[in-house]
């Protein structure tokens, strides 16, 4: 009996794999799924989620908080802002179911961009981090993920989305990264939520101290930010 001969493998075969797997083809699809997600929002104008009212008429009570959180959850990965989003929580559900929804969405949001950024772009960009100011907040967010994380989400100077893939390209862990995500995000996003539920009444005292809120909270970012980036700089 004559044993089979062995194939050989096909050279162009692997030489393809590996280029469709390098870090640089993973980032490339990234970059394109980003730039997809953010003309689909361009094109259905999530902001009409104020004016026209939650689109899945039929869906009420847990069902819809459910699955608008979902939703929150896609929509804060393709770069829509959170605020307008969690003013629609609170419009829609109120103050209360709004708050868990729009909290679960965060959460969940947060961990797609960040598994996202984690598989397609960590491997291309890491090699990139050079100078002050990248280096200092790459090992800040490695080192001390969840107090850093933290202080983002309590401070809301760095857009939502940007933090997610910046904390991806680092050596940060999933649990920090999300529990201080959910910890954090809890007083930024319960003002919004409450300014949204009582948007009708805008000289109501909660809606005055949310607004309030809204905006000291900012203005120290801003301050803290600006400080910041002068010690990174001058380090």
Same mark, same amino acid.
């Given at each position: 009996?004559?044993?089979?001969?062995?194939?050989?493998?096909?050279?162009?075969?692997?030489?393809?794999?590996?280029?469709?797997?390098?870090?640089?083809?993973?980032?490339?699809?990234?970059?394109?799924?980003?730039?997809?997600?953010?003309?689909?929002?361009?094109?259905?104008?999530?902001?009409?989620?104020?004016?026209?009212?939650?689109?899945?008429?039929?869906?009420?009570?847990?069902?819809?908080?459910?699955?608008?959180?979902?939703?929150?959850?896609?929509?804060?990965?393709?770069?829509?802002?959170?605020?307008?989003?969690?003013?629609?929580?609170?419009?829609?559900?109120? #103050?209360? @179911?709004? &708050?868990? !929804?729009?909290?679960?969405?965060?959460?969940? /949001?947060?961990?797609? %961009?960040?598994?996202?950024? +984690?598989?397609?772009?960590?491997?291309?960009?890491?090699?990139?981090?050079?100078?002050?100011?990248?280096?200092?907040?790459?090992?800040?967010?490695?080192?001390?993920?969840?107090?850093?994380?933290?202080?983002?989400?309590?401070?809301?100077?760095?857009?939502?989305?940007?933090?997610?893939?910046?904390?991806?390209?680092?050596?940060?862990?999933?649990?920090?990264?999300?529990?201080?995500?959910?910890?954090?995000?809890?007083?930024?996003?319960?003002?919004?939520?409450?300014?949204?539920?009582?948007?009708?009444?805008?000289? #109501?005292? @909660?809606? &005055?101290? !949310?607004?309030?809120?809204?905006?000291?909270? /900012?203005?120290?970012? %801003?301050?803290?930010?600006? +400080?910041?980036?002068?010690?990174?700089?001058?380090?």
């Amino acid at each position: 009996m004559f044993e089979p001969v062995p194939r050989p493998s096909s050279g162009l075969a692997v030489r393809c794999s590996r280029v469709l797997l390098s870090p640089w083809s993973r980032f490339s699809l990234l970059m394109l799924m980003l730039a997809s997600a953010g003309a689909m929002v361009l094109l259905y104008e999530p902001q009409r989620l104020l004016s026209d009212g939650w689109p899945v008429a039929r869906l009420s009570g847990a069902a819809a908080v459910v699955l608008y959180a979902v939703a929150y959850g896609a929509c804060t990965a393709a770069f829509v802002p959170r605020p307008l989003l969690n003013l629609a929580a609170g419009a829609l559900f109120g #103050s209360q @179911a709004g &708050l868990v !929804s729009a909290l679960a969405g965060t959460v969940l /949001g947060a961990g797609i %961009a960040f598994t996202l950024g +984690r598989l397609l772009g960590q491997d291309a960009l890491r090699p990139l981090l050079r100078g002050k100011v990248l280096t200092a907040a790459d090992g800040q967010l490695s080192r001390h993920g969840f107090r850093s994380m933290l202080a983002i989400r309590l401070f809301p100077g760095i857009p939502f989305a940007a933090a997610n893939y910046c904390a991806a390209v680092s050596r940060m862990g999933y649990t920090p990264f999300l529990l201080a995500t959910a910890l954090g995000s809890i007083p930024n996003t319960a003002a919004y939520v409450v300014a949204g539920a009582r948007a009708g009444s805008p000289t #109501s005292p @909660a809606f &005055l101290i !949310s607004m309030g809120f809204i905006v000291i909270t /900012g203005m120290a970012a %801003a301050v803290l930010a600006w +400080r910041k980036r002068r010690a990174l700089t001058r380090s």
